[in-house]
């Protein structure tokens, strides 16, 4: 990774950091799947910091995908260790794992005829034994969820009968409702249209900025990624390319080795960097 040096007095980044927020961090990974002779991603460090949003970043086939699978320990790396606040989230059980980490994958299925409020109390299932019925807590926690995702009109609605946007929402609220110190999402704004696009990372960004969850979001859109992360993580071939503030990560030079496009970058946008690409380059 060729790091930009934002970080770090005790390995955070040295700006806002909610007492409760947790990082989770990967060291000398070496990722791949039974049918891969060579790791798909392989990086000495990647740091999600506490309280904050981190957006992985790149090409198809970077590796993005599979480098949030490990952290999710969906994937067990080949090397290395996945530390959540410290702790190997392979010694945690999967019950607690899944109270403190939460993940959206890019696919979701769920039984014919669920409702997005049913589907919202499927998140509570960490936090109840196997014979507990549904708490007090577990109500007001779905229904923080289901206001928070902006789904209130669509409780009673069958997933079966919700618009692509309005489903990501739905499943939105379900991980909302696990109320975890990490919330991890594989590119949930992917098929759906720019007012559901911004609805979610609205969303995400609430989230964060009024509860300290730690976020770590694969996106496709480096521009949507710009204006919502407070850090960019650039894969390229497996390996991460660049990590930091977007002002600082997001250049013509990247745009033109990572993305293989000759691009105009205005890092005075309010917004964040924004980018005017001109052409796609050889790759």
């Known amino acids: ?161 919700l618009s692509g946007g309005q489903k990501q929402l739905a499943w939105i609220a379900m991980v909302l409702a696990q109320e975890t110190d990490v919330l991890l999402l594989d590119e949930p704004t992917t098929y759906l249209d720019l007012h559901h696009q911004l609805r979610v990372m609205e969303v995400v960004r609430t989230l964060n900025r009024e509860q300290g969850v730690t976020v770590g979001v694969v996106l496709h859109d480096i521009g949507q990624a710009a204006r919502f992360a407070d850090n960019l993580v650039a894969m390229k071939d497996g390996e991460p390319y660049d990590w930091g503030p977007p002002r600082e990560v997001v250049t013509e030079d990247l745009l033109a080795d990572v993305f293989s496009v000759e691009a105009s970058v205005d890092i005075e946008s309010p917004t964040g960097p924004h980018i005017s690409p001109h052409r796609a380059l050889e790759e």
């Open 1 to 161: 990774m060729r790091g930009n040096g934002r970080l770090e007095r005790d390995g955070r980044a040295e700006n806002r950091t909610p007492a409760a927020a947790v990082e989770l961090r990967g060291e000398d990974l070496a990722i791949g799947y039974p049918t891969t002779e060579e790791p798909v991603v392989e990086c000495e460090t990647v740091l999600l910091p506490a309280g904050e949003v981190t957006a992985l970043v790149g090409p198809n086939g970077s590796g993005k995908s599979t480098l949030l699978k490990a952290m999710a320990n969906q994937l067990a790396p080949e090397r290395g260790r996945i530390r959540l606040d410290g702790e190997r989230v392979q010694s945690l059980d999967s019950k607690e794992l899944a109270r403190r980490l939460g993940l959206l994958s890019q696919e979701h299925d769920s039984p014919a005829g669920l409702t997005v409020e049913e589907l919202a109390y499927y998140g509570r299932y960490p936090h109840r034994g196997f014979f507990e019925s549904v708490s007090d807590d577990d109500r007001d926690a779905v229904e923080r969820a289901i206001g928070l995702a902006g789904v209130e009109h669509l409780r009673d609605a069958e997933l079966k009968n």
